[in-house]
């Protein structure tokens, strides 16, 4: 049974996949860091579910979640355990995992979709998709003591020192960029070389250096661009930079390769 004060499987599971809106991860988060071995707990669930998320292949975590829902179990947004989970940590990996995927078929008889081309070309759904999430941005504003997560289209000003997160909600490689009212393009992850970095699937991920904001005007807008597959960094880049010289660089999508997702994350200034 869990004492009092410490956190639960359920929710530590819920931490490990990013699986909360932001300030209720933050809390968790903050939470979990006051608990006697909280944060050892965590790290031991986020390696086994990265060794479990590369052992299993995605035919057989779909096999596997079919299976489970047939035998009726509730749905994972519910606290409690479903009947077919037991308190033991040792299985939370691998049922983290199998909730990392859900397979997508089409279904017999129904038409083709035609692709997507043009503006929405970068926003075609995935073949796997991880349960419920879809891949986000953390902005985190670094004060003296301890740092602010930002809401979306917060008010940020010259010499703010801001870390980047990501949850890739089981994405493999992206790219983390930036936009400026200054037309500026600011490449944040992969650090170096042509290839998209590669990703943590679960969890929230922070960037590991911090970015100040200089004084460009109206915005700074942040974007995520993910993929299942390793991808070049260069079209994402041409892409920024075509959207920066835009007047509309401040609402408009990136126009994107085929296969690759975007969210992006605004800052007002």
Same mark, same amino acid.
């Given at each position: 049974?869990?004492? !009092?004060?410490?956190?639960?499987?359920?929710?530590?599971?819920?931490?490990?996949?990013?699986?909360?809106?932001?300030?209720?991860?933050?809390?968790?988060?903050?939470?979990?860091?006051?608990?006697?071995? =909280?944060?050892?707990?965590?790290?031991?669930?986020?390696?086994?579910?990265?060794?479990?998320?590369?052992?299993?292949?995605?035919?057989?975590?779909?096999?596997?979640?079919?299976?489970? %829902?047939?035998? +009726?179990?509730?749905?994972?947004?519910?606290?409690?355990?479903?009947?077919?989970?037991?308190?033991?940590? +040792?299985?939370?990996?691998?049922?983290?995992?199998?909730? /990392? %995927?859900?397979?997508?078929?089409?279904?017999?008889?129904?038409?083709?979709?035609?692709?997507?081309? +043009?503006?929405?070309?970068?926003?075609? !759904?995935?073949?796997?998709?991880?349960?419920?999430?879809?891949?986000?941005?953390?902005?985190?504003?670094?004060?003296?003591?301890?740092?602010?997560?930002?809401?979306?289209?917060?008010?940020?000003?010259?010499?703010?020192?801001?870390?980047?997160?990501?949850?890739?909600? =089981?994405?493999?490689? +992206?790219?983390?960029?930036?936009?400026?009212?200054?037309?500026?393009?600011?490449?944040?992850? !992969?650090?170096?070389?042509?290839?998209?970095?590669?990703?943590?699937?679960?969890?929230?991920?922070?960037?590991?250096?911090?970015?100040? /904001?200089?004084?460009?005007?109206?915005?700074?807008? %942040?974007?995520?661009?993910?993929?299942?597959?390793?991808?070049?960094?260069?079209?994402?880049?041409?892409?920024?930079?075509?959207?920066?010289?835009?007047?509309?660089?401040?609402?408009?999508?990136?126009?994107? !390769?085929?296969?690759?997702?975007?969210?992006? %994350?605004?800052?007002?200034?």
């Amino acid at each position: 049974m869990n004492s !009092p004060s410490r956190i639960p499987d359920w929710l530590l599971e819920r931490i490990a996949l990013g699986e909360l809106p932001p300030e209720e991860l933050a809390a968790a988060r903050a939470r979990l860091a006051q608990e006697p071995g =909280g944060p050892e707990r965590l790290a031991a669930l986020e390696a086994d579910s990265r060794v479990t998320l590369e052992r299993l292949s995605p035919e057989r975590v779909a096999r596997e979640v079919d299976t489970r %829902f047939r035998r +009726g179990a509730p749905a994972r947004e519910a606290p409690a355990r479903s009947p077919w989970l037991t308190s033991a940590m +040792g299985l939370v990996p691998v049922l983290a995992a199998l909730a /990392l %995927f859900v397979v997508v078929q089409p279904e017999s008889g129904s038409p083709t979709r035609e692709p997507t081309t +043009g503006a929405l070309a970068g926003l075609e !759904p995935e073949p796997t998709r991880s349960k419920g999430l879809t891949p986000r941005l953390e902005v985190h504003r670094q004060r003296a003591q301890a740092d602010e997560l930002l809401a979306e289209g917060a008010v940020a000003v010259a010499g703010d020192v801001v870390q980047l997160a990501y949850v890739a909600a =089981g994405q493999t490689h +992206g790219v983390i960029l930036s936009v400026d009212g200054r037309g500026s393009v600011t490449l944040h992850a !992969p650090e170096h070389g042509a290839q998209a970095a590669t990703l943590a699937p679960s969890g929230t991920q922070r960037l590991a250096g911090a970015y100040e /904001l200089d004084d460009a005007p109206r915005f700074e807008r %942040f974007f995520l661009v993910t993929s299942g597959q390793p991808f070049d960094v260069a079209p994402v880049l041409e892409a920024a930079r075509t959207l920066a010289a835009s007047a509309d660089a401040h609402t408009a999508s990136l126009l994107l !390769p085929e296969g690759l997702t975007q969210v992006s %994350f605004t800052l007002q200034k």
